[in-house]
């Protein structure tokens, strides 16, 4: 059986959101004592390429490693889909080798593409509209620090981008008040919103996107953003400043407008001065390197959810 594929989070219920977080808590303690050592044995994993990464690539490929499996990076230069493979063609190919396959693509219906075709579960590990992998280790930051998800508030400053999209699904599916200010013409997917609405009629959760940074970070348990540039859009850089300066940057006056112990989080990587001032991103209220590090422990618990049978998933015990 091929098992899910995972490109926007809308994937996943709130009980399996809520048992891969888990998952990722134990995988994190029991890290040094080898837990989950043999998830993978003898399997290979997949990882496509069409735009740079630091925290994707590197978490994907040491998860793998340490679920005893084979990561096999690629980037589409290196493929045959460079030259004009298509995608659906490579995925076919790639099927027959790997148990699994992660794809960070310039389109979303490039991974949607892949989907389609592979007779393996495909993750988007990053696509122009959704960023699902980041929302799950952004989600375990927050309840690590907050020791809770439901009703909790994040107010988002800044551009309505892939981050922002998969976030209104995140909070929708585990209960959380997200409120998103963008400047006008820079608004999160309709499509995004509409599905986190729609999960949010059964959770309690809140989702609103708007244009008012002030409204967003009013009483937040966390403030987050992301960089205004995303990888593709760097012609666009200076419109971009000046419709994101300076009423979008997120600043300490900014951050003392949500909660006192109010958390910053953003993915990573950041542009101090822009979307973030450094005293806050290098600050106390920061949380953004442990973040980073739960890209790890929550890449880990995905791939068990991915590949494992329900069964044998709701088995694992670390
Ligand atoms: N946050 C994130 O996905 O980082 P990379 O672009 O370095 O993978
Ligand atoms: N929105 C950013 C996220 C980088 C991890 C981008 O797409 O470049």
Redesign the pocket.
């Known amino acids: 059986m091929k098992g899910k594929d995972f490109l926007t989070l809308a994937e996943m219920t709130p009980p399996d959101l809520e048992s891969v977080l888990s998952l990722s808590a134990a995988l994190k303690k029991g890290r040094a004592a080898g837990a989950g050592s043999t998830v993978l044995k003898g399997k290979s994993v997949a990882m496509i390429f069409e735009k740079p990464?630091?925290?994707?690539?590197v978490s994907f490929q040491v998860a793998i490693s340490e679920l005893g499996g084979n990561p096999v990076s690629l980037s589409s230069s290196e493929l045959q889909l460079g030259r004009g493979e298509t995608i659906e063609d490579t995925g076919m190919v790639l099927s027959r080798y790997v148990r699994c396959m992660m794809a960070r693509v310039n389109s979303h219906a490039s991974v949607v593409k892949l989907a389609k075709a592979s007779s393996v579960p495909v993750i988007n590990g990053?696509s122009d509209l959704y960023?699902p992998v980041?929302i799950l280790a952004d989600l375990l930051t927050l309840s690590e620090r907050k020791g809770r998800l439901k009703g909790l508030r994040v107010g988002w400053v800044g551009d309505g981008d892939n981050v922002c999209n998969s976030w209104a699904i995140g909070a929708a599916l585990t209960g959380i008040h997200f409120v998103a200010a963008t400047p006008p013409g820079y608004e999160p997917s309709g499509e995004a919103i509409k599905d986190a609405k729609h999960i949010a009629t059964k959770t309690g959760a809140q989702i609103r996107a708007g244009t008012d940074p002030e409204e967003a970070v009013k009483g937040a348990d966390c403030v987050i953003t992301d960089t205004f540039v995303s990888m593709g859009l760097e012609a666009e850089r200076d419109r971009r400043a000046r419709a994101f300066l300076p009423r979008y940057q997120v600043s300490a006056p900014v951050m003392s407008a949500a909660k006192s112990d109010a958390i910053f989080m953003h993915?990573?990587?950041a542009h101090r001065g822009e979307e973030v001032t450094a005293d806050v991103i290098d600050g106390p209220s920061s949380a953004v390197f442990d973040e980073a590090e739960n890209r790890l422990h929550t890449t880990k618990a995905l791939l068990c959810f991915l590949t494992l049978a329900p069964r044998e998933f709701s088995k694992l015990r670390f």
């Open positions: 990464s630091t925290r994707t690539r990053l960023h980041q993915c990573l990587p």
